[in-house]
T-cell receptor, first 116, second 109 residues
């Protein structure tokens, strides 16, 4: 268990709809990242928040938005969904440097989104 | 731009040794990480290199050459459960993680 919690685990929705994915980071981690991974593809970085502020933006579509709340949980909003948005969406939280094990980032189990 | 290259796919035999290479060009360097990802699961941490040389951890070892922008992950005594994707990631000067696309490793009996 990484300590990063994501909900829902699975979601099926229709094209044109809007969904919200939720993430609770590990206790004490201020950074939250969102990644998209389509079938047999690599991790695509979407966006990073640090202590409530947007820190870095990757290949995030304008139809997608995210925020990090004062309690540090984060939400990723996906709107006007298209078939190609079907993917596994990972949230991760980070210690910003490395911890005693040498690791820097911990991933949630992901939210499977299927758009039909 | 920032870039990390890994082979897309490799095949190896159970019990053998395989080396997965990673080359990188990034804005600064604050360490290189290897992660293992089984299909449909979250990536899990394998190793971290920030100084040149070889780090050994059981059946897995990771090597780094900063001057060459090069790393490899060495897996020994391969087991069927090692079939997974292996992701190389570099932390740049802004402490941002830059990810490679991953190498899918297929283990055959």
């Amino acid at each position: 268990d990484s300590g990063v919690t994501q909900t829902p685990k699975h979601l099926i929705t229709a094209t044109g709809q809007r969904v919200t994915l939720r993430c609770s980071p590990r206790s004490g981690d201020l950074s939250v990242y969102w990644y998209q991974q389509s079938l047999d593809q690599g991790l695509q970085f979407l966006i990073q928040y640090y202590n409530g502020e947007e820190r870095a933006k990757g290949n995030i579509l304008e139809r997608f938005s995210a925020q990090q709340f004062p309690d540090l949980h984060s939400e990723l909003n996906l709107s006007s969904l298209e078939l190609g948005d079907s993917a596994l969406y990972f949230c991760a939280s980070s210690v910003e440097t490395v911890d005693a094990s040498g690791n820097t980032i911990y991933f949630g189990e992901g939210s499977w989104l299927t758009v039909v | 731009g920032q870039n990390i290259d890994q082979p897309t796919e490799m095949t190896a035999t159970e019990g053998a040794i395989v080396q997965i290479n990673c080359t990188y060009q990034t804005s600064g360097f604050n360490g290189l990480f290897w992660y293992q990802q089984h299909a449909g699961e979250a990536p899990t941490f394998l190793s971290y290199n920030v100084l040149d040389g070889l780090e050994e951890k059981g059946r897995f070892s990771s090597f780094l050459s900063r001057s060459k922008g090069y790393s490899y992950l060495l897996l020994k005594e391969l087991q069927m459960k090692d079939s997974a994707s292996y992701l190389c990631a570099v932390m740049d000067s802004n402490y941002q993680l830059i990810w490679g696309a991953g190498t899918k490793l297929i283990i055959k009996p």
